[in-house]
């Protein structure tokens, strides 16, 4: 499936990523080394994945868990996800998301 992920730079990367493997976005992004730590191993409890999603791709809804997480996390914005809680399936063709800042940085 094809997804697009702008780094903290500006610089677009474009992956066809396979949707055999069980693979988030966070994963699918450090498995591609770029900058998102993934503290909290995927559990939507840390937001060093977050992303805006600039794409109007259909995303699953929101579980409690990820609003929550969005709600104490800096930098949020309306179009704010966390990576980890995007599958990486069919489903999200075309999808384009940008890195939102480090919050350790
Ligand atoms: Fe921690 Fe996504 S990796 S919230």
Redesign the pocket.
Known sequence: VNVTVIDRQGVEHNFEAPTDMDL?L?ELCKANELP???????????????CYVLSDTDLPEQSDE?LD?LDQALYVKDNSR????IPISENIEGLVVELAPDEED
Do not use: F
């Open positions: 988030n966070m998102v730590k993934g503290t909290c191993g995927g559990m939507a409890l840390c937001a060093s994945c977050q990820e997480m966390l990576g980890c809680q």
